[in-house]
């Protein structure tokens, strides 16, 4: 069975020493009284609840899945997963970053997020329960009647009511606006939605009393497409003025999804059949509102595949120090063994470092980018709101696509330093890998997040937005231009900024000629953007790790040769990207669709 | 459930018109009488075998997978194995490209490689049953005794037994030569054989009266290390002398692997107690005579990669002209339905192309590979049958890992295609991605394919056989250099040729001061080097297809648009892996040990 140990002092160099967070989240007046040491506390705490408590039942949910009684329509979660929610929630890790107004513990969304990193790492399948919770949570925060927040958010503060999504039909996912789901408004203002939705994660299970599912569906006299959707409330169980329970809703389980991977979670077709709902914001602005809760959701999965990088790369770790095969080509390490541990080998170091960098980017890149989110919510400075919401605007894909993919290239690698053990199921190298490949798809594909990063949150306002993010990589590369140690990481740093500089110009210049072109080319340019963020952070925290490189402690050392090996191993991929982004569409549309 | 369709078409286009198989195959004596139309018409019958009986078995039997019985130590296929199985026999499938002398049907390995790729389509799993024996077939007939000969050729021909590889044990995989298994010579000449080994696909089945098991063994005097192993037949039911089966020997399943994928393959613990052997060849040459099963193997492995591919590739392209989904960006392609097919969006046809590339590419180095292999067994000129052999042994680790690798990108891209279906057991495209993700593992993990390619078949002899391979391609472009139409192929296929004989120099340069540094470079050298064959190919096919683009065959315009797109859209990826190989072994070493 797989290990964990959570990685508390990566993340308080990040939090700590790159990005001075306290400082930051200081200025906002909510964490006026924030300091280093209670972060550091409650992720101390958190760690050892993901490694002791969820993460033992990671490998075993996996195998047992969940369970379906279609009389009852009811969803048993594999062995441990009630208990573990019940400690959960006895620790009141469900309220961490909540508002103190509804029962929350008011710390910012930077710290559960480093938590949940930690979560996912140890069993992602059981995370998404609480996970989408926090969605609908904030969807409702933002969107809910003072009725809605007081009926609803103490209960999703303290965990005793889980959350979901119901967006995805059996015809359409990406497409929203094809949805057919149908809300009719009774006498009482309610309304009874009737249809059917798949892939509802979470969508059914025992382990709270209650499921809030956020549901899209049209009012009858709604315009067709995107703009003719609503958003609802629809709970299992209906809930009273008093906030008690009332009777079963038209809502349920019809089928469990049988899938690659998160095998423990429910992954639920729901049908309404005159579900009671009340309404969530304005008539046909659903899509609007659902957003606030895919934002934070495509934040999550790029935090999921960050969890699984590092506790692949952990193991594998282990795995390649401790199994003996071979001689290194350049003479034994271990003459006093029957072979070398297979660590001495370059190309098993090279597999590890390549998870670890992905990684440690990942952490950096997450941790700036959901400091950005706190900004965004919580200054009392609009300008600085604003801006700080266009830059989690513009990372956000970044993050979905560029991390899911990174995590997918790094379990599998993890997963092969094992050789045929990795494909075995008790060693739980190929979950990591089956777990990961649905990061890639789910909250919008990483095509989809390409489009969106290149096509809207880039050339949609006219690369302002890069251009501003663009300066602040500058203003690094400039501060630190005399700095002789500095020249192996600022120098190709700013080489690709010129290049993403001059690819961006090309590509806006080409969309304005085929909107297409746009397509063919988005993908690898949100992979080369994703190099230059994770090659401005390695940056930066080289940077830190060379004025503390005499201090001794070697975690110093082995940040910079993580840094080091990213910018030889790893950041060349842009040489490829930008060439093939470039190639542009035309050899993508001369086979005819017949011919395929 | 997928559907398949042989790619017939595409296996005469390369066989009759662009490699000339007929010719080369017609100056080999055994196959002085081959014609086109016998070849078109095994491949024809044994695609209709293996897209009517073999892959409507494949998803089930990846959901209902293999039992042990652990009393009797008999392993039960899923339902339909054995039936299909009998069908295979009754066909005379197995007989295929076995010696007439035991009662073979004499075709060249070719014809069978042809054939294999339809079977690995259709059912990886249900494939690596008979797969197996083919490796054990050709072992047998090159290093058995005339008595072995006679006693289990004519049995593993007609498929009545088969056959395994018992090499791996958990402790060693790759390093063999830190086995422990035991054999005890007896007096009758026979062997005592004691140990345990793992990972022994088709190990047990009920699909066969027989199993003849290769183990790998030492003998009590052995010298220690890989000299000192030798080679045994050890047979599930012993053999009398005139062929009927004596007693159940003392090698059984003692446990099946829960895998990631194949799951329709008894993937077994094999324990050996004391059970009763016949060598193989030569006492403590059993790794040598091993060797033959293995290069085998590894062609296979390729091979499967290969149908892999084409298998999601054809489904995939079938579900992207029915998905309706967004409108293209370029304005509505189907304005009388709800939506365009999601094959209008450029991203979604690069995934497609890409695995439509990686199929054809592959398809014709396999092709032109497995040829070699047909003229160093049955060629009469010796000079001939070395210089096949070499360069088989130069392309089977690019193969092995490059086709291997591919089809992991492959699939998993023809599985995004599906957005959330695809992450669905039903839809079947996940099991294509498990499935082909065991291919870059088994028979030799990719690396060591790569440190097999640089260190031995490159560097081992100063490029004198990649030398030799690269003439042929020389000469290919010389001979299109006034051909203004091939410009498009054959300037980038020289511009790489140049590139991969310059990085080979400077890697031959580095090893020389470092042997590491093979290692370091060997992973990223192989896939430039698997690009340079592939580029090849293309633009071999391309030159065929400007031939005969104007017969108005639609085939040759697709062909064309394909080795485009590969040649703007893939190939590029060597501007990276030439950059990384580059980058050498110092950011990998950097780290210590401890510090991971």
Redesign the interface.
């Known amino acids: 069975m797989p290990s964990y140990t959570p990685p508390l002092r990566d993340m308080q160099f990040v939090l700590h020493e790159v990005l001075n967070v306290v400082d930051e989240l200081k200025m906002l007046p909510p964490y006026a009284d924030i300091d280093a040491d209670t972060i550091n506390a409650v992720l101390e705490e958190g760690g050892k609840f993901c490694a002791e408590v969820i993460a033992p039942i990671n490998l075993s949910g996996d195998?047992e899945g969940c369970q379906l009684d279609k009389t009852t329509h009811e969803v048993t979660t594999p062995k441990g997963f009630k208990e573990a929610y019940q400690t959960y929630i006895d620790g009141g890790w469900a309220a961490l970053a909540c508002d103190p107004a509804y029962g929350g513990q008011g710390l910012p969304l930077l710290v559960n997020q480093c938590f949940y990193e930690m979560l996912n790492s140890a069993n992602q399948a059981w995370t998404m329960y609480p996970g989408l919770s926090h969605g609908a949570y904030e969807c409702l925060h933002a969107h809910g009647t003072d009725e809605q927040k007081k009926l609803y958010l103490p209960k999703l503060t303290n965990g005793q009511w889980t959350g979901t999504m119901c967006l995805?039909e059996p015809?359409?996912?990406?497409?929203l606006?094809?949805l057919r789901t149908k809300a009719e408004p009774q006498a009482d203002g309610t309304y009874k939605i009737t249809g059917q939705k798949?892939?509802i994660s979470a969508g059914e299970h025992q382990l709270a009393e209650n499921i809030v599912h956020l549901v899209l569906a049209r009012l009858p006299d709604a315009p067709a497409g995107s703009k003719g959707i609503s958003l609802f409330i629809v709970p299992k169980f209906n809930v009273n003025a008093d906030g008690s329970l009332g009777e079963r809703n038209g809502i349920f389980c019809s089928g469990l999804?049988?899938?690659?991977?998160i095998h423990a979670n429910s992954t639920c077709q729901m049908t309404l059949d005159g579900a009671i709902g009340t309404m969530v914001g304005q008539p046909n602005k659903g899509l609007a509102a659902m957003f606030v809760m895919m934002n934070t959701a495509r934040l999550g999965v790029g935090n999921q595949s960050l969890g699984l990088t590092e506790v692949a790369y952990q193991n594998a770790?282990a795995y390649?120090?401790d199994r003996?095969?071979?001689r290194?080509?350049?003479g034994p390490k271990a003459p006093d063994k029957?072979?070398d541990?297979i660590?001495?080998?370059?190309?098993?170091?090279?597999m590890?470092?390549t998870a670890?960098a992905y990684a440690e980017g990942a952490r950096a890149l997450q941790a700036y980018t959901v400091l950005q989110a706190d900004k965004s919510i919580s200054s009392d400075d609009e300008d600085e709101r604003k801006e700080a919401e266009a830059e989690l605007a513009l990372l956000t894909p970044i993050i979905k696509a560029f991390i899911t993919d990174n995590g997918?290239i790094a379990t599998?690698h993890c997963?092969?330093v094992y050789?045929?053990h990795?494909?075995?199921?008790?060693w739980g190298m190929?979950q990591f890998?089956?777990d990961a490949?649905?990061n890639?798809?789910?909250e919008g594909?990483?095509?989809i997040q390409?489009?969106d990063l290149l096509?809207r949150k880039v050339l949609g306002n006219n690369g302002a937005t890069l251009k501003k993010f663009g300066k602040k990589i500058a203003a690094f590369i400039e501060e630190e231009g005399t700095n002789e140690a500095m020249q192996e990481f600022i120098n190709p740093l700013a080489d690709l900024g010129d290049k993403v500089n001059k690819l961006t110009q090309e590509l806006g210049m080409k969309a304005f000629g085929?909107?297409?072109e746009?397509?063919?080319a988005?993908?690898d340019y949100l992979r080369v953007v994703g190099h230059m963020t994770f090659a401005y952070f390695f940056a930066r925290m080289a940077k830190v790790a060379l004025e503390k490189e005499g201090s001794g402690d070697?975690f110093y050392?082995?940040k910079l040769?993580?840094a080091?090996?990213y910018f030889?191993?790893l950041l060349?991929?842009?040489?490829?990207?930008i060439?093939?982004a470039r190639?542009g569409?035309?050899?993508?549309?001369?086979?005819?669709?017949?011919?395929?």
């Not at 015809?171 to 497409?175: K, L, R």
């Not at 990795?422 to 008790?426: A, L, P, Q, V």
Request: proline share 7%; glycine share 8%.
């Open positions: 195998k995805t015809h359409c996912g990406t497409d606006g094809l798949i892939f999804e049988h899938k690659m991977g770790v390649a120090k003996l095969q071979m290194s080509l350049s029957p072979a541990p660590i001495v080998h370059p190309d098993v170091r090279k590890l470092l670890r997918w599998s997963m092969q050789g045929g990795g494909f075995i199921h008790e190929e890998v089956r490949r649905i890639m798809i789910y594909t990483n095509t390409s489009l096509g085929n909107p297409d746009v397509g063919a988005a993908v070697p050392r082995a040769a993580t080091r090996f030889a191993k060349p991929e842009t040489a490829s990207l060439r093939t190639a569409l035309k050899p993508l549309m001369e086979m005819d669709e017949a011919l395929f």
